[in-house]
């Protein structure tokens, strides 16, 4: 009986299982999500300037971090006597000492919408949510004091963080999906800022994060009617088209002849 000889097959790229392994499967899935500079600019440098004045506020002296945070605030007397400081600089705090929650509401919110329309139109709609929203809110704020259902240290009430622009963006997401994705989207935001109104009973989150969002969602269906650029289709090219651009290129090669 002849025996068959066998050929040494040659050993593979080492790890070469783990690659096909994140190849393969919901990796890849989860790997494009995942912020990047490349991917999403606009979500991973907020995050970093999140990140940056957290770990500031817990370092630094308690007094400095308070006056700072004074300078920064969205009360109604700051946007009366320096507006754009108050509206720029109070999105770059966070609202306790914590930066966690922020990641993970910034990687299902912003980085989700980055990804569908852009930095520069994420970033819109981060920023006009949360400047119209803390306007609209400090205006019911300030009808209340002078109509006396508040007192005038309501004015002064510390008013930083990014929820109105975190709220925003989730509006303007669930509004770009399709619908059943939309409505469950819709749905779990609204029972979220039901209960934030419910168990804070303050307000400025009562009037500041139902706006938010409701002006994302506005603000995702202004996204949805803007038309796309049509998308080249490779193919081969119609018998017409194709004879005229042949004859061309002889007309080019006679002439140079």
Do not use: C, K
Not at 14 to 31: D, K, S
């Amino acid at each position: 009986m002849t025996g068959v000889r066998r050929e040494s097959v040659p050993p593979g790229p080492p790890y070469g299982g783990l690659r096909l392994g994140l190849r393969a499967g919901p990796a890849p899935w989860v790997l494009r999500r995942i912020p990047t500079p490349r991917r999403t600019p606009f979500t991973l440098a907020f995050l970093v300037t999140l990140g940056t004045t957290t770990v500031f506020s817990r370092l630094a002296d308690p007094e400095l971090v308070r006056h700072l945070q004074e300078l920064s605030s969205t009360d109604g007397h700051n946007l009366l006597r320096h507006p754009l400081r108050a509206l720029l600089l109070s999105g770059f705090w966070v609202a306790g000492p914590v930066w966690m929650p922020y990641l993970w509401a910034f990687a299902f919110t912003v980085a989700p919408l980055e990804r569908r329309v852009g930095p520069a139109r994420a970033a819109g709609v981060f920023g006009a949510g949360h400047v119209l929203a803390t306007l609209l809110s400090q205006g019911v704020v300030a009808a209340a004091v002078r109509t006396g259902r508040l007192g005038p240290d309501a004015l002064d009430t510390l008013d930083i963080g990014v929820s109105y622009g975190v709220l925003a963006s989730l509006g303007a997401l669930a509004a770009l999906l399709p619908r059943p994705g939309r409505l469950l989207v819709l749905a779990g935001a609204g029972l979220l800022v039901a209960d934030q109104v419910v168990t804070d009973q303050d307000l400025v989150t009562g009037v500041g994060h139902p706006a938010a969002l409701l002006l994302g969602v506005l603000f995702g269906y202004r996204l949805r009617r803007r038309p796309r650029p049509p998308r080249r289709v490779r193919g081969p090219r119609p018998a017409g088209e194709r004879s005229r651009a042949e004859a061309s290129r002889g007309r080019a090669v006679l002439d140079r002849a």
